[in-house]
């Protein structure tokens, strides 16, 4: 088995939702063969159902519903019946006596604990008697991440239930709860906030969500939610008008505002909006023209995606360097904007990006070693995120990376080069420059690989400490001073880091209410965010709002409301260039 091979076949593990519209005719074969062997001791599968290979499942009694997944290293024992569109996602746990209605989502890493046995002090623990009261989850019902539901449980219709939440009790139909141990927080057809159907019923990979509910009472992140869902119902009901200001029908483009040039990223921009807001792609365009405009856009020689030239015509690239890369730091980030813009269009890129595919293992760690780490650790990053991301959608096109070992070598010359003391990479600042670039360079370099392949990041609690000592920075973070790079970049850590590590977290919520709190002011009406004042460098669109500052905010405003623990109530995820979930599950283990 080649290694693309393998790849494909670990992403179906993780991604279970893909493999009835993705699956190879041999890759079908396979798992039909996988449920034959599970029919032969008993199991009972419905119509399009798929269960991985890499879960271990080890059942009296299986039964299955249409279109229901097991994905990989799920561990389910015992008696287990569901019904149809049921996900057991990742990791999950399942034993025990459990009935599922239809629709139950239980997250990654979550816990359905069907038995239980006794402590009394007469006998040791593993000699006491095992009890069975048995689970039942109703129809319609969401189980966040790292959630344990304990034997005896009945959780009532239309339930919602917050990562991380301990379940001990009764939940009745409709309740919205959290906490440890879980205590209902609402009632789910009051919720302010409209929550798309499809951000619970699959379009969010696996169940990985855990941006459930985590206000409580008497918390003042119940008045901030409430903040939060006004914010996303008022964005909601103004993103047609929003979109519609930055369109040119004369020129058939988008720009950032209303007087600025056409761009490819504000056309990138729109979509993203649309998809976050809406739903659905910009009304300016049907859908496949979308896609088509820009798929059109990219370089057949490169892979790359040029800025349109001045006279809106058709850009041009600057010559190669002698190891083939192409220098152009608009073009490099168009890998990100156009190939996630098309993503969320139900497209992808037509051609390869061949500066990616070309470059040898050897001339990447070249390129590496000669990066600005200590000078603009930030461009240094940068090219990191287009490198692997470029990597990435090669991937998705089937074609292999350079020669064999590329994206390894990446792996492999980042894990042994990051600064144990601080957790980035690139010169630890000083207290006149301050850690600026340094920070922000490593937003960049890890969102492009370690976030977008689905690897843990080194050294999480230093990770941690360096980004909060620079979130205090007042040159950047007092108020009125913050944009939204600087906000991103130090969020984005934060949120990825906190997947690993609970180190601060007290810190790390109270810096994110301080800045969710402002950055819920800066809507204009109409208009949308602006990306504030310029960064270092002069970088940015500047303070009119525009289509740059809103989709970055609305991104940022997803971060800090899910470091708060109010992100539900935004009723919209990040799908694009920022993106909380990794864009692909990893095919191969990181050095280290």
């Known amino acids: 088995m080649d290694a693309q091979t393998a790849l494909d076949d670990a992403y179906f593990d993780y991604c279970p939702w893909d493999f009835v519209g993705r699956a190879s005719a041999g890759q079908r074969a396979a798992q039909d063969a996988h449920q034959r062997r599970l029919a032969e001791s008993g199991a009972h599968l419905g119509p399009r159902c798929y269960v991985s290979p890499a879960a271990g499942v ?7 519903g249409t279109d229901s997944y097991i994905a990989g290293h799920a561990y389910v024992t015992g008696e287990v019946t569901a019904g149809d569109d049921c996900t057991v996602n990742p990791y999950a746990t399942v034993r025990g006596r459990i009935t599922l209605g239809d629709g139950v989502r239980i997250g990654a890493h979550s816990s359905l604990l069907g038995f239980n046995h006794g ?37 009532g219709d239309h339930c919602v239930v917050g990562a991380g939440a301990v379940v001990t009790k009764d939940l009745a139909p409709w309740t919205v709860a959290a906490g440890n141990p ?34 409580r009472p008497g918390d003042p992140s119940g008045d901030l939610g409430d903040a939060v869902a006004r914010f996303a119902d008022r964005a909601r009901a103004q993103a047609a008008d929003l979109l519609a200001r930055c369109w040119n029908p004369d020129t058939g483009r988008y720009a950032d505002r209303p007087g600025a040039p056409a761009t490819v990223r504000a056309h990138c921009d729109a979509v993203e ?109 940068a090219w990191v995120d287009c490198w692997a991301t470029g990597a990435h959608r090669n991937l998705k096109l089937g074609v292999e990376d350079g020669e064999p070992g590329a994206l390894e070598a990446l792996f492999g010359w980042l894990t042994t080069r990051v600064d144990p003391w601080t957790g980035m990479w690139g010169t630890a600042g000083s207290p006149a420059a301050g850690r600026l670039q340094l920070v922000n360079g490593y937003y960049r370099l890890t969102r492009g690989s370690y976030a977008q392949f ?38 984005h850590p934060l949120w990825l880091a906190g997947r690993r590590s609970g180190h601060r977290a007290a810190e790390v919520r109270a810096w994110a209410e301080e800045q969710l709190t402002r950055a819920l002011g800066r809507w204009r009406d109409g208009a949308g965010f602006g990306f504030g004042p310029a960064g270092e460098g002069g970088g940015g669109p500047g303070r009119e709002p525009g289509l740059q500052g809103t989709e970055m905010w609305l991104a940022i405003v997803w971060l800090l409301a899910d470091l708060v623990g109010v992100a539900d109530r935004l009723g919209y995820r990040p799908r694009g260039v920022h993106r909380p979930e990794p864009a692909r599950s990893p095919g191969f283990t990181t050095p280290g």
């Open 273 to 381: 909006i649309a998809d976050l807001l809406l739903g659905s792609p910009p009304e300016e365009l049907a859908a496949d023209e979308h896609a088509a405009r820009l798929r059109a856009l990219q370089d057949p020689g490169s892979g790359l995606v040029p800025e349109f030239a001045p006279d809106g015509g058709p850009g041009v690239l600057p010559a190669p360097a002698a190891d083939g890369w192409i220098d152009d730091g608009t073009a490099e980030y168009h890998v990100l904007a156009v190939g996630y813009a098309l993503d969320l269009l139900g497209s992808r890129l037509t051609q390869p990006v061949h500066v990616v595919c070309r470059m040898t293992a050897s001339q990447l760690i070249a390129r590496l070693e000669s990066l600005p780490w200590r000078t603009r650790t930030w461009s240094a990053g």
């Open 182 to 215: 879980a205590r209902p927080l609402r009632d789910r057809r009051a919720q302010s906030g409209p929550r798309r159907d499809r951000a619970v019923s699959g379009d969010l990979p696996g169940g990985l969500s855990d941006d459930l509910p985590g206000d």
């Open 454 to 491: 689905g690897f843990d990041v080194p050294y999480a609690e230093r990770v941690v400490d360096t980004v909060l000592a620079h979130g205090s920075d007042h040159r950047w973070f007092a108020a009125g001073r913050e944009n939204a790079c600087n906000v991103l970049d130090v969020a």
């Open 58 to 64: 080890f059942t009296d009694t299986l039964r299955l």
């Open 119 to 155: 402590f009394a002090p007469d006998r040791p623990v593993h000699r006491q008697p095992l009890t069975a009261k048995g689970i039942t989850v109703g129809d319609d019902v969401w189980i966040g991440s790292h959630v344990v539901v304990l034997d005896g449980v009945t959780i």
